[in-house]
């Protein structure tokens, strides 16, 4: 059985996938998905939480993608800032 995700945390994925350029979007969804996953059992947590996927999200996005990812966090009302030191 995999790793349970917390409502919050998967329709905040969710809102950020689907927001990527379409280019972007299958890529992002494997690594990021992988990464919040791996995040959450080095915790010993079999959920992952908003924060882990957030983590993910900035550990997985090349550098050169940061900002957007900061303006689609923004503009999705997620509060990436307190998970990260962006």
């Known amino acids: 059985m995999g790793i349970k995700w917390e409502n919050e945390a998967k329709e905040?994925?969710?809102?950020i996938i689907n927001n990527l350029p379409q280019f972007h979007r299958?890529?992002?969804?494997?690594?990021?998905?992988e990464s919040a996953e791996k995040i959450a059992q080095e915790r010993n947590s079999e959920t992952v939480e908003v924060k882990d996927a957030v983590i993910a999200f900035f550990k997985e996005v090349p550098p050169a993608f940061k900002d957007m990812m900061k303006r689609l966090f923004d503009q999705q009302?997620?509060?990436?800032?307190?998970?990260?030191g962006e």
Do not use: H, P, R
Not at 12 to 15: G, I, P, R
Not at 26 to 33: G, Y
Not at 77 to 84: A, H, L, R
């Open 77 to 84: 009302g997620i509060e990436y800032s307190k998970y990260v």
């Open 12 to 15: 905040n994925f969710d809102k």
């Open 26 to 33: 299958t890529i992002a969804q494997t690594l990021v998905k």
